[in-house]
């Protein structure tokens, strides 16, 4: 059983972003977000910068001079000209400008009245620019715009206590301030400090307090709280103050309030968060770090809430690092383990679900029996395994009866139990385990297992197998049963779809029109809407039925349209009462005909979802069952919202030298000497930065968008030739819907003397001149000398020539490496694919073996922690390491093989010819290369390196050579390289050979779906 007091079900799920190494000791002392939607963090030792991929730490050096002499970050604030203000425990305010990397520093000067005083530890700015500094020793202190001199404000106007903790601009102007001795304002225009008066002619002053937080809100409400842990809410409007929380508080100090919708307000503690309403201040969940709860906070002591444009929360704290938190509307939400041990609920490995007539849930487990819910799915009971006849074994399918009787899928057995407390009775249904369960509108139960179809009749005995109607036994997997209004039963298999006529016991055959088959006969499920229309989920996607008369079938395919999908949509249908399809991977509108993919991010926190794992409950809530707990999906909250993040220009590169971003403005301008540069970015989603997509174009350049993945967010361009370019780049959102936000960056690249029209005029005259000069020196020699010019300039066009295929070869090259860059790839392995497709097509043809010439191969090699080698060593050390590994490659791979730098650290190496039984060999000769031999930095030093390496054959099944793409197959490299870092790094794991999706085979390397593939592995200890 559950406790008798259980927590709310429904818990924000937070997600930690830093570790040791990107923040000593978890210590956030500050957080701030930049107009750009940047997120810079003040930690103990100095301030970073996240784009929601990495830290980048920004240099503080010789910030910390002084007596302090500490870049302890004490307070932070973005100003709305993007820079960042920071306050330090050194007596130190910083402006820093990430355009220029550079600082602007404010320091006390015992000689200048109109320096900085005190340690600052609260900043704000008004809408008028001007910059409010609260410090512990010089009060309370505002500097206009423009100027370096410090406006103070002490005793004599009003302010009760030198140290100020907290100050916030109210949506009217007025500057609150809380300080070591209480609250006082000032007010638009006044020149001195006043207490809060209140309706009954008292003051809000809390002497003797130490105010460290304050919040006014856009609904006239002020909020606010003491280091000694009383939290206010103050109605200006009324003048009246309520007090929410006697000290010492229940979770301590109040260090930080927080809006995060119009009704709730977040209040940052001590020990922990409170959740309240805005309305009034009831308290409606504290939450607290919970060891077992790996979604729960990391840290007790919360010293920053704040939420971005994407509606996302950032926590931080001491001890807490930096969570974040998506999904604050909770259309979805995870119902997790139960604290009690003994609770089947207490490891819920949901494999199946049902909502039953009287209003509870039945939750089939994977070994701890059955778990039975009540309407707000908190525990009331279960049976366990050994009880009331259920054996042990995976619960793997639930239905229910007319009578009220509930039958039970437990491996390869039903049972039936005529109430939650009876024994059951056994059924034996043949060999394979239990899929689906259903009981028609007749009385007859169904049970779809891995060995095919059986039905027990409405007046009872024995499950009795389903055959054809031309009496051959329906072999192989049940996945999917649903019975329509006719009472005709539809059943989704392995082997495909088909119908059972109202009334017959056997399977029928479908006769599909032309155009109108399904995209594959595996069915994963099925469902008939409202309207009665029938859906078909395949491994190949989702299917609508547009026609059927008994006989010949018409299936539309949906696979194509955005957000889709080309995989199985989930298998687990359900429908809305808005009419929307779901599934625990997506929701489908058909009348806007829109998609939308779901995922953690969006509240999908279950682990493994489980086809066959679902149910509706009678008040609509959708329930999904996974391997950590059932997704809940309340629809009527959930909205197609769409947020279109902006995308920004994160660092830029000009050769090998790192520049500052201020290059950009107003536009890129390259020097005839500067031949290549690169330039990173962001999509400013950052609630699951990986599912971000982007694009960019060079115009006069690329001819269309170049895609690039979320790992490799880089534009690079070499050998471009002089004259003025646009460079376009796109980013999307988590849901893949490109932003219009476009970052759009002027490049001008300048010519060389001898590209130049008057140099190229004066090679001319100078050609001309020597001509005329050779004319009127010996006009005897005039045929001669015309013949040897007319060489010279044979000479100076292959010259020309030679150097403009030089241009093009740098466009195609890595400027670093030497080796191609990603566009050579991009150019031409379409062609090689073409041409080895024909070579597998006229083997085929004339019933030969295909030459291992027409096999490709897809290396991809990531060099091991290459982070830490530039942020502890510098990226001249990384450059290096770079930069050699070129002459490594080329020992191992073949002179036709293309070797390529596919973006930062990362290699793709594309083997032509090589067969599949040496593939294994010539992965384990890549990685010795790299790591068999120490890489010399620029200090002279040897560095050992390691790599991680994936690969791919192209076909990935030599009898369906047409099946994959080639950037299919590079998916699946990917999908080898991600389980080889995953494995240990320094190592190797590669696919020779599979059958399935492309994407069900990459799946297959993480464990997260069995697929039939060829997987080889190998490591330095192997």
Excluded at 11 to 17: D, K, V
Excluded at 36 to 47: A, F, N, R
Excluded at 408 to 424: D, I, L, N, P, Q
Excluded at 853 to 880: P, Q, R, V, W, Y
Aim: charged share 20%; with cysteine; glycine share 12%.
């Amino acid at each position: 059983m559950a406790p008798s007091t259980p927590e709310p079900l429904a818990e924000p799920r937070f997600e930690t972003l830093s570790d040791a190494g990107a923040i000593p000791d978890g210590v956030v002392s500050a957080l701030t977000l930049d107009p750009q939607g940047l997120v810079w963090v003040g930690t103990s030792v100095g301030l970073l910068r996240f784009d929601g991929h990495h830290f980048v730490p920004v240099s503080m050096a010789g910030l910390g001079r002084g007596s302090a002499g500490t870049t302890f970050v004490r307070a932070l604030m973005a100003g709305r000209d993007g820079r960042i203000w920071v306050g330090t425990e050194g007596q130190l305010l910083g402006a820093y400008d990430p355009r220029t990397e550079q600082w602007q520093l404010f320091r006390h000067d015992p000689q200048q009245p109109g320096s900085l005083g005190g340690v600052v530890r609260t900043l704000a700015e008004d809408a008028q620019g001007r910059i409010w500094v609260g410090s512990t020793g010089g009060g309370l202190q505002v500097l206009e715009p423009g100027s370096t001199q410090f406006k103070r404000y002490g005793a004599a106007e009003g302010l009760p206590d030198p140290r100020v903790q907290k100050i916030a601009i109210g949506p009217d102007g007025t500057v609150w301030v809380g300080t070591w001795s209480g609250l006082v304002r000032l007010s638009p225009g006044a020149t001195r400090l006043t207490p809060l008066k209140l309706q009954d002619g008292s003051e809000l002053r809390l002497p003797g307090q130490v105010v460290h937080a304050l919040a006014p809100l856009r609904d006239g409400s002020l909020w606010l709280g003491t280091q000694e842990g009383e939290l206010w809410r103050v109605d200006l409007a009324e003048a009246q103050a309520e007090q929410l929380d006697r000290r010492p508080g229940s979770l301590g100090a109040v260090q930080t309030i927080t809006a995060v919708h119009s009704h709730e307000i977040w209040i940052g503690r001590g020990a922990g968060i409170e959740l309240r309403d805005a309305r009034n201040g009831q308290l409606l969940r504290s939450l607290r770090p919970r060891a077992n709860k790996p979604w729960s906070l990391a840290g007790a002591d919360i010293r920053s809430i704040l939420r971005d444009p994407a509606g996302l929360l950032w926590v931080a704290g001491y001890g807490t690092g930096l969570q974040r938190v998506n999904n604050l509307e909770q259309a979805l939400w995870v119902r997790r383990a139960d604290d009690e041990p003994g609770s089947s609920m207490a490891e819920p490995d949901v494999r199946s679900l049902l909502a039953l007539s009287d209003g509870t849930v039945w939750v089939g487990t994977n070994d701890r029996g059955i778990a039975i819910l009540d309407a707000s799915l908190r525990t009331v009971g279960g049976i366990r395994a050994g009880q009331q006849g259920l054996e042990a074994g995976r619960v793997t399918a639930l239905a229910q009866g007319r009578n009220g009787h509930v039958w039970v899928g437990v491996e390869s057995h039903v049972k039936e139990f005529s109430s939650a407390r009876a024994t059951a009775i056994h059924h034996d249904v043949g060999r394979g385990r239990l899929r689906r369960l259903v009981v028609d509108r007749e009385g007859a139960v169904w049970a779809g297992t891995q060995d095919g179809l059986f039905r027990r009749a409405p007046e009872g005995g024995a499950f009795e197998r389903v055959a054809h109607q031309d009496g051959r036994p329906l072999l192989g997997g049940v996945n999917a049963m649903v019975q329509a209004a006719s009472g005709q039963l539809w059943v989704g298999t392995e082997a495909g779809l088909f119908p059972i006529a109202a009334g017959s016991k056997a399977l029928a055959a479908i006769d599909f029109v032309e155009g109108g088959q399904p995209a594959s006969r595996n069915v994963v499920g099925l469902l008939i809407d409202a309207a009665g229309d029938l859906w078909v989920d395949t491994t190949a996607g989702l299917h609508r039925l547009e026609s059927w008369d008994g006989r010949k079938a018409k299936l539309a395919y949906l696979g194509e349209q955005p957000g889709v999908g080309t995989e199985a949509f989930g298998a687990n249908l359900l429908q809305d009462a808005r009419g929307k399809l779901w599934t625990h991977r997506g929701v489908y509108d058909p009348a806007q005909q829109r998609a939308r993919q779901l995922g953690v991010a969006d509240g999908v926190d279950i682990g493994s979802a489980w086809f066959r794992s679902y149910t509706q409950t009678a008040d609509g809530r959708m329930l999904f069952g996974g391997s950590r707990g059932i997704l809940v999906v309340q629809p009527q909250a959930f909205e197609f919202a769409r947020f279109a993040p902006p995308v920004v220009a994160t660092a830029l590169r000009i050769g090998s030298r790192e520049l500052p971003l201020a290059r950009l403005q107003p536009q890129l301008v390259l020097q005839p000497d500067e031949r290549s540069f690169s330039l990173e970015f962001a999509a400013m989603d950052l609630s699951d930065p990986a599912r971000n997509r982007y694009r960019y174009r060079l115009q006069g350049v690329d001819t269309d968008w170049v895609e690039s993945r979320s790992r490799q967010r880089l534009a690079s361009y070499g050998g471009l030739a002089p004259g003025a370019y646009t460079l376009e780049i796109q980013g999307s959102n988590r849901h893949g819907e490109w932003s219009p936000k476009t970052l759009t960056l002027e490049v001008k690249v300048l010519p060389a003397w001898w590209q130049a029209w008057w140099g190229r005029a004066l090679i001319l005259l100078s050609l001309l001149g020597l001509g005329w000069a050779a004319a009127h020196w010996r006009t005897q020699r005039l045929r001669q000398r015309q013949k040897e010019l007319q060489e010279q300039i044979a000479i100076a066009t292959h010259a020309l020539e030679a150097k403009s295929k030089a241009l093009e070869e740098s466009a195609l090259t890595d400027s670093l490496t030497g080796l191609h860059n990603r566009r050579f790839a991009l150019q031409r392995l379409d062609d090689d694919q073409r041409l080895a497709r024909r070579q597998w097509d006229e083997a085929q043809r004339l019933g030969q073996s295909v030459n291992s010439e027409a096999t490709l191969t897809f290396f991809m090699i990531d060099l091991d922690h290459f982070k830490s080698i530039n942020d502890e060593l510098g990226h001249a050390a990384g450059d290096a390491v770079l930069a050699q590994m070129r002459p490594r490659l080329q020992k191992v791979f073949k002179e036709s093989d293309y070797l390529v730098r596919w973006g930062g650290e990362e290699f793709l190496v594309v083997a032509r010819g090589t067969p599949r039984t040496e593939l294994s060999d010539l992965a384990e000769r890549a990685r010795a290369v790299v790591a068999g031999e120490p890489f010399i930095i620029p200090n002279g030093e040897p560095l050992r390196v390691t790599c991680s390496i994936g690969f791919a054959c192209h076909p990935l099944d030599p009898t369906e050579p047409r099946n994959a793409p080639w950037s299919a197959v590079l998916a699946v490299a990917d999908a080898a390289l991600y389980a080889a870092k995953r494995e240990g790094r320094n190592r190797w794991v590669g696919v020779v050979q599979g059958r399935g999706t492309p994407f069900a085979i990459a799946q297959s390397l993480s464990g997260e779906r069995e697929c039939e593939a060829v997987v080889v592995r190998g490591s330095t200890a192997s």
